[in-house]
């Protein structure tokens, strides 16, 4: 599977927009990019997932650079219950896929009032 | 509709001690995983189904064994508990659609075992 490097940690202010990055160098044409994020004591939660295109949700965006090596997601307004550790993962077609999930160790989120 | 639940919350046990942690969904999904958490990691697969009566096995199985006899639960069991299973359990499942590297997961709340 495909790897992804992510900062440890990133501050944000409330209701500012937060743009946290993805690096995916080795991604493959038939990966997708999915995000999750993982409240404080809570299992993981999806939040979005892209192909080419970057894609709009009501919880945030995925903007996905050209060449597909990297990806960044945007909260728009973050909000105290942002704060989360946020896992950018990689997902290939396996053909006859077992639909695994690849965590790595995540971007740890702070929203500072 | 309460998505997936996961029994129990906390449970604490001795060295060599087994328990069976149970994984139920409501949502009708053919897959369901199950994932260890330790501190400071992100999850790793144990074991996986990809449908009843089916399982495999994960990045980490070796101490756990587990059982789909119906399609909306899923069994992880630890037949003899050591110290280094001490983690907090997550169960997932997801539904098999045309795409399936595009499905999402949908993650329980966890089970929190301490092995003494």
């Known amino acids: 599977d495909a790897k992804t490097t992510q900062p440890n940690s990133m501050e944000s202010n409330e209701e500012e927009p937060v743009h946290l990055p993805c690096n995916h160098s080795?991604?493959?044409?038939?990966?997708?990019i999915h995000w999750y994020r993982q409240l404080p004591s809570q299992g993981p939660e999806y939040v979005i997932h892209?192909?080419?295109s970057n894609v709009n949700n009501r919880m945030a965006s995925l903007a996905i650079a050209e060449d597909r090596k990297s990806s960044t997601l945007i909260l728009h307004r973050a909000t105290l219950r942002d704060a989360a550790v946020y896992y950018c993962?990689?997902?290939?077609?396996?053909?006859?896929?077992?639909?695994?999930?690849?965590f790595g160790t995540g971007t740890l989120l702070a929203v500072q009032p | 509709n309460a998505g997936v639940t996961q029994t129990p919350k906390f449970r604490v046990l001795k060295t060599g001690q087994s328990m069976t942690l149970l994984c139920a969904q409501d949502?009708?999904?053919?897959?369901m995983y199950w994932y260890r958490q330790d501190p400071g990691m992100g999850l790793r697969l144990i074991h996986y189904?990809?449908?009843?009566?089916?399982?495999a096995k994960g990045e980490v199985p070796d101490g756990y064994n587990v059982s789909r006899l119906k399609k909306q639960n899923f069994l992880l069991g630890l037949e003899s508990a050591a110290p280094s299973q001490t983690s907090v359990y997550f169960c997932?499942?997801?539904?098999?659609?045309?795409?399936?590297?595009?499905?999402?997961?949908?993650f329980g709340p966890g089970t929190r075992l301490l092995v003494l």
């Open positions: 892209g192909l080419t």
């Open positions: 997932a499942s997801s539904y098999v659609g045309s795409g399936t590297y595009q499905e999402t997961q949908y």
């Open positions: 949502m009708n999904h053919e897959y």
């Open positions: 993962i990689l997902r290939g077609g396996y053909g006859g896929a077992t639909n695994k999930l690849i």
């Open positions: 189904s990809v449908g009843e009566g089916t399982t």
């Open positions: 080795t991604i493959s044409g038939t990966d997708y």
